[in-house]
């Protein structure tokens, strides 16, 4: 299915945005995660199904003031 | 200093951001001295791995870690950054972010204020990055703020501390709430100035990340720093306007 993936449209075929981020090559990096604006855990993932369309942001920590 | 029950040693707070290398960091925190480190979240792509990196280099510093919301212009956009942040960096503190005005970075106000309420009842510990308007604080420390953070002028122009009346005003409102001026300081004389005026503490991050030798200039915020806390617990002799001789007048020979 198509989503948008940190704002560039993404194809997976995953179903489950944990499954996604496997697929997208995530592995165990150190990522928190959004879908649609919302906030989701890292214990939720599994369990969050995903839609086509849907908006999933992944960001990381990073230098800040 | 103790913010939200936890003693912090050092009353100046570094930015991570904008330096030169990473090895240029670690020395610009090592000469700071500084307590608190602030951190942002990004975006990342897969098997970037930038995150780690990052990461390992923040751990490494053996400083207390402060995330924050940074560009975020909406309550949702600072709440869900904030979630984000709080599970990537394992701390419940968080420094809020919610820019109104595009060329100023001025805190939104109405926005600030929602999003402090709510992220307190989430159980976060709340940094709000705010102005020095004395009814915005107030309503900051109803939402549960333990501590503000007063720009001494827009981020990242090194104006120093451009509404002085301003914060003394809130500095004497709020006497006992830990104040620290944040963003806008551009030399260690303008850090010097709001400790003299009785602040806790100063976060900056340009100033010294995009000096000739960021490691120096973080020296040197931290003497003027710690300068100016020795003033203002000194208790500072009152400016007059004739002169009055330091010198004993008796006794003074006789010549003419």
């Known amino acids: 299915m198509k989503i948008m993936l940190n704002g560039a449209p993404a194809e997976v075929?995953?179903?489950?945005?944990?499954?996604?981020?496997?697929e997208l090559g995530y592995g165990e990096a150190r990522v928190a995660t959004a879908l649609n604006e919302d906030f989701v855990p890292a214990g939720a993932r599994a369990a969050t199904r995903l839609a086509p369309g849907d908006r999933v942001e992944i960001v990381a920590p990073r230098q800040g003031g | 200093?103790?913010?939200?029950?936890?003693?912090?040693?050092?009353r100046l707070m570094l930015g991570t951001?904008?330096?030169?290398?990473?090895?240029?960091?670690a020395e610009?925190?090592?000469?700071?001295?500084?307590?608190?480190a602030t951190v942002s979240v990004r975006r990342e792509?897969?098997?970037?791995k930038a995150g780690a990196a990052f990461w390992e280099l923040a751990r490494g510093l053996g400083v207390a870690i402060l995330p924050n919301t940074a560009g975020c212009h909406s309550v949702k956009e600072a709440v869900t950054t904030a979630h984000m942040a709080r599970e990537l960096f394992d701390t419940p503190w968080i420094k809020l972010e919610v820019i109104g005005h595009a060329d100023t970075l001025q805190p939104d106000p109405f926005g600030l204020v929602e999003a402090a309420r709510i992220l307190v009842e989430d159980g976060f510990q709340v940094f709000p990055y705010t102005t020095e308007d004395v009814v915005l604080a107030d309503r900051l420390l109803s939402a549960g703020c333990e501590v503000l953070m007063p720009?001494?002028?827009?981020?990242?122009?090194?104006?120093?501390l451009t509404n002085v009346y301003g914060l003394r005003t809130l500095r004497a409102q709020f006497p006992d709430v830990p104040m620290v001026v944040d963003a806008g300081l551009g030399l260690p004389s303008q850090a010097a100035q709001a400790m003299e005026m009785g602040f806790d503490a100063v976060l900056l991050n340009t100033a010294v990340?995009?000096?000739?030798?960021?490691?120096?200039?973080?020296?040197?915020?931290?003497?003027?720093v710690e300068a100016g806390r020795l003033a203002f617990e000194a208790d500072p002799m009152e400016p007059r306007d004739m002169a009055a001789p330091s010198t004993p007048v008796i006794g003074k020979a006789f010549l003419e």
């Not at chain 1, 075929?13 to 496997?22: M, N, R, V």
């Not at chain 2, 200093?1 to 050092?10: D, I, K, L, Q, R």
């Not at chain 2, 720009?151 to 120093?160: D, S, Y």
């Not at chain 2, 490691?215 to 915020?221: S, Y």
């Open chain 1, 13 to 22: 075929q995953a179903e489950t945005l944990a499954a996604a981020l496997e």
């Open chain 2, 1 to 10: 200093m103790e913010v939200y029950g936890t003693a912090v040693a050092s």
């Open chain 2, 17 to 25: 951001a904008q330096y030169p290398s990473p090895q240029v960091l």
């Open chain 2, 28 to 36: 610009a925190f090592r000469r700071s001295g500084a307590g608190i």
């Open chain 2, 45 to 48: 792509s897969g098997g970037e």
């Open chain 2, 151 to 160: 720009w001494g002028a827009p981020i990242g122009t090194g104006l120093g």
């Open chain 2, 209 to 224: 990340a995009k000096a000739g030798d960021p490691a120096a200039m973080a020296d040197g915020f931290a003497r003027a």
